[in-house]
Each structure stands twice: as structure tokens, then as C-alpha cells.
């Protein structure tokens, strides 16, 4: 078996953070193609789960802002998880890196609910609004073979922790409009998780055939909603 970097790190960080774990229908994570993961997101240890919740290395893409903190952005680096561009930018960056990945068979996770649930603490059991930017990237990328995999997050058990006031990190980016209000960062330390993997959805020839003009945002809009469902499900049936 070969040796993932990213996998042993992460396996490493949630045994010394003490962080149990439980992972459900493992068995349909799929293999031979090229994945696009997708999770919702509350903590600086999501990354890590859904490695281990799929057992592969997952190139993440991270929030601009943790590329730019010290200590933090070595760390995101480590992980292999690479930084989005700046608020306001096109993303072209992004989805260049993105691709190239995919194309290589190197599994990409995409948080689909962005950065706001990291700086403003939301309940275990609620999923914020999603972008659509992974669905483009799924619709757009010219890669055979291609799978969104949804996986849920629930966590059973945690504490939420004060890290640092919101207009100090707007001294490292200053261009992220949420560090621009007062109050701290949080940090969600998850005691006990369970880990759900969904059905994953494959991109088929027909979805890139509907891909252009006028359709284009309705196919992008129909995906994101069809993944929100789904991990709204599997985050739900998590704490039974």
C-alpha cells in the first residue's frame, strides 16, 4: 500500500487532539477515478476527517486567509490542501490547481459552505447555504470518470474554544470582509464524530453536454442543491 503523507498526518492530528471516530458506509467511497469530495464544515479538523472518512489523501482547498497566518499556512501545506484565490478574484487560480489534480487522480475536497461557519459557530446539526463553485468545477473540469462524493460530518461531542480576535487576522488578509466585525474566531474541538459517506454522483457526458450558455448555471444550481440534500440527509441520519 502506498504511503499518503496527508493520510498519516491527519490520522496523527486526531489521535493527539483525542478525537473518537466513527465512519459509516466506507464501502462506497469509489476507487479507479477521479473524486471530487465535498463536506460540510465547522472546524480546522473537517480536512482531516473526511481523509480519514474516505482512507486517501485529499487535496483541500483552503480559505485564502490560512494561507497567509504563520504557523497555519505551513501547516495547510503539509496537508496538501491548497489555498483559494482572494475575495473578489475569479478563482481562476482554483480551478487551474483543481483540475490539475483531478486529472492526475489525486482526489480534491471543496467545503462547500466557504469560510463563514469556521468564523461565526453554528450548531452540529446545521448546514449553511452552499456555493456553487464545486459544481462548476465538477461540470467544467475536462476529466473522465469524475465523482463528487458527499460526506457528512456530525459531531456528537465537542467544545468550542475562543483562538483569536477576528481584526487581528484581518492584519494577515486584509482583504476577507468577514474578519471586518468584532468578536474572536472559534475553535471546535470535536470530542466524538461520526463520519458519513453518501452516494457518490457521478458526472456523466450527458451533464457536459447541457453545460453551456443559459443551462450551464441552472445544471450548476440543480448539482449544488442535490449535494446539500444529500449531506443534509447523511448529517441527520449521523446522530441516530
Known amino acids: 500500500m502506498l504511503f499518503n503523507p496527508s493520510l498519516h498526518i491527519s490520522h496523527g492530528l486526531l489521535k493527539t487532539v483525542g478525537t473518537d ?43 485564502h486567509y490560512m494561507s497567509q497566518v504563520p504557523v497555519l499556512k505551513d501547516m495547510i501545506a503539509a496537508m496538501g490542501c491548497f ?29 462547500p459552505e466557504g469560510a463563514q461557519p469556521m468564523v461565526q459557530a453554528t450548531r452540529p446539526d446545521q448546514v449553511g447555504r452552499f456555493h456553487r463553485g464545486f459544481a462548476h468545477l465538477a461540470l467544467r473540469a475536462p476529466v473522465h470518470n469524475l465523482t463528487i462524493l458527499p460526506v457528512a460530518i456530525s459531531s456528537m461531542e465537542e467544545t468550542i474554544s475562543p483562538v483569536a480576535p477576528l481584526r487581528l487576522l484581518s492584519l494577515f ?20 464524530v461520526t ?10 457526458p450527458n451533464h457536459r453536454s447541457q453545460y453551456h450558455g443559459r443551462q450551464a448555471g441552472r445544471l450548476a444550481k440543480e448539482l449544488t442543491q442535490s449535494c446539500y440534500g444529500e449531506i443534509s440527509k447523511l448529517l441527520e441520519e449521523g446522530f441516530t
Open 21 to 63: 471516530v466513527v465512519v459509516r458506509h466506507r464501502e462506497r467511497v469509489p476507487y479507479g477515478g477521479a473524486m471530487l469530495v465535498i463536506s460540510n464544515h465547522r472546524s480546522f479538523l473537517d480536512a482531516p476527517l473526511v481523509m480519514t472518512a474516505v482512507n486517501r489523501s485529499v487535496r483541500f482547498a483552503c480559505h
Open 83 to 111: 489555498p483559494l484565490d482572494a475575495p473578489g478574484q475569479r478563482h481562476q487560480t482554483f480551478f487551474q490547481t483543481a483540475i490539475r489534480s483531478l486529472k492526475a487522480r489525486e482526489p480534491v475536497g471543496i467545503f
Open 173 to 192: 488578509d486584509p482583504s476577507e470582509p468577514l474578519f471586518n466585525r468584532p468578536g474572536w474566531h472559534p475553535s471546535v474541538h470535536y470530542r466524538r
Open 195 to 204: 463520519l458519513s459517506v453518501g452516494k457518490p454522483i457521478p458526472i456523466t
